[in-house]
């Protein structure tokens, strides 16, 4: 009776809204199963890829608060409606909000539950797992062998302990080594990418490197932590199967590599991010590499953002340089609990394996598609190229990229680890305290969050 009261009690506030809110048509909580397919993401990424390529949706321009930094919006694919609640308000609050709906589904009233969701690549681990139960296995659906064409190190990011695919994404975030090209030709006579990348193919090339650019006052790279990524690739889990930290040769290589350019000032201190660091993307900051993925040069050298106004569009070039990584991501997860599942599973594989689809993403966006094939195929093609990188195949750049990575063994820490190693190593490199003063610093920081950890 309790349950029913409150249904009830949902209806009535629903319509009271629709009364208050005119020509915003709210769900009815007595809408049978099949008729609502709810969505909830952290920006309003997954509305605009159905509109662009799920030729069935039809957007509504409805929309409403439903709290602060909480929007939600409407359309609909054929008979059914499409709900979008988005959590605008950081990660940290989108990762409570979707842990209210997935992980406590008991307690989550009948037109909140989900079918659809969005993550980021950082959130892959904790929603994606077998133990949680929150996504569906992909690998159950009609069409599971299609995902063997995607690439293994992002299929394998959002794969269950058990192996089991449980999101998907049409982007690749993996990421290579953006230089430009007039500094290039001013310090080393060429802006080649196969002369670039060999010349920063690993630590010791890259310092060199580095040190000819100081010599015509050109820092490397904008700081640190640009090149934080690069060097820990593969690196392996921070925490092993008894519980003790671990520190990888990857990250003792990088505290040594940047160490010494910070020390030579051959390269800035800005943060990724950072109001410094966007105003070292224009043309005239003497800052020579960044390193960032397909998606994320995108967004942040086209204009896209808040990076300044001159960003040197067309004077970029990309190479593989000291190695490839990945970084971030778009994925989409079908619920365990979602009463649509047919429609649900049909978005997923319209957007992440549709071959058209895929393919006029990438040139419509610029960004790496998930798709060994597509990508394979406009790597090859003679006359695509990208604006961005003065008319250079940057998809052959980013494709090898991509097929050289291998998935490495995580642990459920490594993100927040890798966070707290990184803040902890930072005040070094700038000269405010020692390497071991750093050395404690992380080891405190980890085990007042994780006290259960060792660090011996």
């Known amino acids: 009776m309790l349950r029913f009261s409150t249904v009830l009690l949902s209806g009535i506030l629903a319509a009271s809204i629709n009364t208050a809110i005119p020509g915003i048509e709210l769900p009815d909580p007595f809408a049978s199963p099949g008729e609502v397919l709810r969505i909830y993401g952290y920006d309003r990424t997954a509305e605009k890829l159905l509109d662009d390529y ?29 709900i979008f609640t988005v959590v605008e308000d950081g990660m940290e609050h989108y990762e409570a909000y979707l842990d209210s709906v997935l992980l406590h589904g008991e307690d989550t009233p009948p037109d909140e539950t989900a079918d659809l969701f969005m993550l980021a690549g950082e959130e892959l681990g904790k929603y994606c797992s077998a133990e949680a139960d929150v996504a569906l296995p992909l690998t159950e659906s009609s069409f599971a062998e299609l995902f063997e064409n995607q690439y293994p190190m992002v299929r394998d990011a959002a794969s269950d302990e058990d192996g089991a695919l449980r999101a998907a994404t049409m982007q690749v975030p993996c990421g290579a080594m953006l230089y430009r090209r007039s500094y290039a030709k001013e310090v080393f006579g060429t802006d080649d990418p196969d002369e670039i990348g060999k010349m920063a193919a690993d630590a010791g090339n890259l310092t060199e490197m580095a040190e000819k650019l100081k010599e015509h006052g050109i820092s490397f790279a904008a700081g640190p932590e640009e090149t934080y990524d690069v060097f820990l690739s593969g690196a392996g889990p921070w925490v092993d199967e008894n519980g003790t930290i671990t520190i990888s040769s990857k990250a003792g290589e990088w505290v040594r590599c940047m160490a010494d350019l910070s020390a030579k000032g051959c390269i800035g201190s800005a943060r990724r991010g950072s109001p410094e660091w966007k105003e070292a993307l224009a043309s005239d900051s003497g800052v020579f590499a960044f390193f960032m993925t397909s998606p994320e040069a995108v ?6 953002d808040e990076a ?8 970029w070039a990309v190479c593989r340089g000291p190695g490839a990584f990945i970084r971030g991501g778009t994925y989409i997860a079908a619920s365990s609990d979602t009463d649509n599942r047919e429609l649900a599973e049909d978005i997923i594989r319209t957007l992440t394996l549709d071959l058209e689809v895929l393919r ?34 940057d998809i052959a750049v980013f494709a090898a990229a991509a097929d050289s990575l ?5 642990s459920p820490y490594d993100s927040a680890l890798e966070s707290i190693f990184l803040s902890s190593y930072l005040p070094y490199f700038g000269g405010g305290t020692e390497e071991s003063a750093a050395l404690s610093d992380f080891y405190g920081a980890v085990l007042e969050r994780y006290p259960f950890l060792s660090d011996r």
């Open 54 to 82: 799920y030729p069935d949706y039809v957007p509504d321009g409805g929309f409403r608060e439903k709290e602060e930094g909480i929007s939600v919006r409407y359309g609909n694919i054929g008979e059914t409606r499409v």
């Open 299 to 304: 967004r942040h050298l086209s204009g896209n």
């Open 308 to 315: 300044p106004d001159d960003v040197s569009y067309g004077d």
């Open 360 to 393: 006029r993403y990438t040139l419509d966006t610029g960004e790496m598609a998930n798709n060994r094939q597509v990508m394979d195929e406009l790597a090859k093609e003679a006359s695509y190229g990208s604006a961005l990188y003065g008319g250079q195949n």
């Open 406 to 410: 291998s998935y490495a063994e995580r």
